[in-house]
DNA sequence: TTGACATCCACACAAATGTGTGGTATATAG
DNA sequence: CTATATACCACACATTTGTGTGGATGTCAA
């Protein structure tokens, strides 16, 4: 059950996001300074509400066990938007964008990284000059995937794979570019792409 | 100064990852439960040792006060990579991706929102069917932004948005279709392009 | 007017938590 | 041989922290 939060509420439930995002959740005393409350009482009756509203879940006899729930980890994905001005009701949610989850199903976090796409080899792919390409360190891939290959003098690329019977070779998807037929090593598979504007 | 860690400093560095991702660092008396040991006293040595060679850094008196540096909440941005088996020495770092300020500078959560790209009308943009555009909510957007615009049939389409003097239309970037010159109205300028593999 | 809810307060208490002191043992570099 | 780092242990102590009890005021719907 989600229910509509008061203005003093929000103000809450911000300034525990706001913590949540710079380092750690706050205890109640550090909410009760940080907004002005001089008892804890305040501010567990401000957390009970949160969490009855369905914002916050609470460990009990836990520091700082405040978890926020779906709205603030995650983008919701909107599926159908109705009227003129948008204030999605939760029936139109798709999914979520989760901020964590993004890249890795559950990898640690030494098994990826990150590229930055320079040409435009892979435009046909709607890979683009500038566009962040999120790795998976592997040693092999499939047919048809996109990896960053090692070519010989040591320059990154990001290609799509082609194996054919005991040839493997590197595919752009531009028409004015040539496979690539040279030596080269698969450092990783293409995981995620992210475009900032 | 970042410097290698032993084994078993790993293994308490993976577990307080692990608890960071779940929910919330842990207290010493977690970690030590969670691996074993029976003083507090050894996991304060290992988290001084976390500390002294850079990987984390600690709030004195404060409960769970256990903050990971950049290797473990960003994503490192390769430049440059050198030998055959990729090992980034930190030279080679261009940037990070960081999962929580991927898509909001420093915006609420409220005011973002994501939609999925269904048609092959911005391909030449880069943006292709499946991708997941983020939005950020607002009524106005200037001249050549990427927008998220609401049509008269209650359709959302993303296209770029042109405004010439007087006259606002909506262009697709593929040459096989037409402008829109109908009504429409501003949901939300593109922040983000993601696509998962 | 009764009850539910929101919005505050003070204060006490037990449990959770970080820190300090002082050990033991092993390995490695100078 | 000595200093330094690693890898553990036990236990005491002060502080932090969550929770409980009890109270006050105002609003709003039944």
């Known amino acids: 059950m989600v229910r509509e939060l008061t203005e003093k509420q929000k103000k809450v439930l911000e300034f525990i996001c706001e913590k949540v995002r710079e380092n750690i959740p706050p205890t109640i005393r550090e909410i009760a300074?940080?907004?002005?409350?001089?008892?804890?009482?305040?501010?567990?009756?401000?957390?009970?509400?949160?969490?009855?509203?369905?914002?916050?879940?609470?460990?009990?006899?836990?520091?700082?066990?405040?978890?926020?729930l779906h709205t603030f980890n995650k983008i919701p994905i909107i599926s159908t938007i109705a009227a003129g001005k948008p204030s999605f009701a939760y029936e139109d949610i798709e999914g979520y964008v989760d901020t964590y989850d993004l890249f890795l199903g559950r990898l640690s976090f030494n098994d990826v990284f990150a590229v930055r796409v320079k040409g435009d080899s892979m435009v046909?792919?709607?890979?683009?000059?500038?566009?962040?390409?999120?790795?998976k360190k592997q040693p092999v891939a499939d047919n048809n995937d996109i990896i960053a290959a090692l070519l010989d003098n040591n320059e990154v690329t990001l290609k799509r794979l082609k194996t054919k019977s005991n040839t493997a070779f590197l595919e752009p998807a531009n028409q004015n570019y040539q496979p690539i037929r040279a030596e080269f090593s698969i450092i990783g598979k293409l995981l995620t792409i992210i475009r900032k504007y």
């Open 33 to 68: 300074k940080g907004l002005g409350f001089s008892s804890t009482g305040t501010v567990r009756d401000y957390l009970n509400a949160l969490v009855k509203k369905g914002y916050v879940k609470r460990g009990s006899n836990k520091s700082r066990a405040i978890e926020l």
């Open 124 to 135: 046909d792919a709607g890979i683009i000059s500038g566009d962040i390409a999120v790795i």
